[in-house]
């Protein structure tokens, strides 16, 4: 499940603290970079910190601040790179692309990046970088390595497939009874291939349409028709 940044505030230990790491589900501690700024989306950075990279996720810690930390999990970084570039932004930093889960077409609204309130829901973008730009190096690579340990969630999908496979005897009986109520697709967009929501009411509607066609078609009527204009029918 893609959450993206989130605040990250469980500390332990004496002076700035380090984060509390979910042991229990097998998280390990891999890298620990002091004196990393961040900076989300097109925000300024923040005051120096501490850069905390672990099996599972990218935790920042404040060094000024105890109640302020982000974290996101390598799941939800989409894109991860080294950037030197002083065109693309004033100091060497690793760059990366954050998945939301919101929808692909809303447009970032850049004023709640720049208002004192940062909804971090809707940071797509975070920067960390380091006082020492040698380190940048070191940082890209355990982020690749870490990544690596994260692959996106796709076999669970994939062992669900059959879910979404209709019979065509389940078909026929789904349309026999044309009661929208019966129509049941998957809810899980991972499992429902080929039936997103337009898919589904165009199915729907087709499915109607085909209901009515029989409803409109009396065979009695039919009959009186052949009976009493046989020669109309054949113009048919």
Request: with cysteine.
């Given at each position: 499940m893609v959450i993206g940044l989130r605040q990250f505030m469980a500390r332990v230990g004496n002076g700035a603290g380090e984060p509390v790491?979910?042991?229990?589900?097998?998280?390990?501690?891999?890298?620990?970079?002091?004196?990393?700024?961040?900076?989300?989306?097109?925000?300024?950075?923040?005051?120096?910190?501490?850069?905390?990279i672990t099996t599972k996720q990218v935790?920042?810690?404040s060094d000024?601040?105890?109640?302020?930390?982000?974290?996101?999990?390598?799941?939800?970084?989409?894109?991860?790179?080294?950037s030197r570039d002083?065109?693309?932004?004033?100091?060497?930093?690793?760059?990366?692309?954050i998945e939301t889960g919101a929808d692909e077409d809303v447009s970032e609204d850049s004023d709640s990046e720049c208002n004192e309130v940062l909804d971090l829901s809707k940071v797509t973008e975070m920067r960390l970088i380091p006082s020492d730009a040698s380190q940048l190096d070191t940082l890209f690579q355990m982020f690749c390595e870490c990544a690596e340990l994260n692959p996106e969630p796709i076999e669970e999908g994939e062992e669900e497939g059959p879910n979404w496979v209709f019979g065509a005897d389940q078909l026929e009986d789904e349309a026999g009874e044309g009661d929208d109520s019966e129509w049941h697709f998957p809810q899980n967009p991972t499992n429902s291939i080929g039936h997103s929501n337009g898919d589904h009411d165009l199915a729907r509607t087709v499915l109607e349409l085909?209901?009515?066609?029989?409803r409109f078609e009396d065979a009695e009527e039919m009959e009186q028709v052949s009976d009493s204009s046989h020669h109309h029918q054949h113009h048919q």
């Open positions: 790491l979910d042991t229990d589900n097998g998280e390990e501690l891999v890298h620990v970079q002091p004196s990393v700024s961040i900076a989300l989306g097109n925000r300024a950075p923040e005051s120096p910190g501490t850069l905390y935790i920042w810690l000024v601040d105890s109640a302020k930390g982000y974290a996101v999990d390598f799941f939800s970084l989409s894109l991860h790179a080294v002083p065109e693309a932004y004033h100091s060497p930093c690793i760059y990366t692309q085909q209901i009515n066609d029989q």
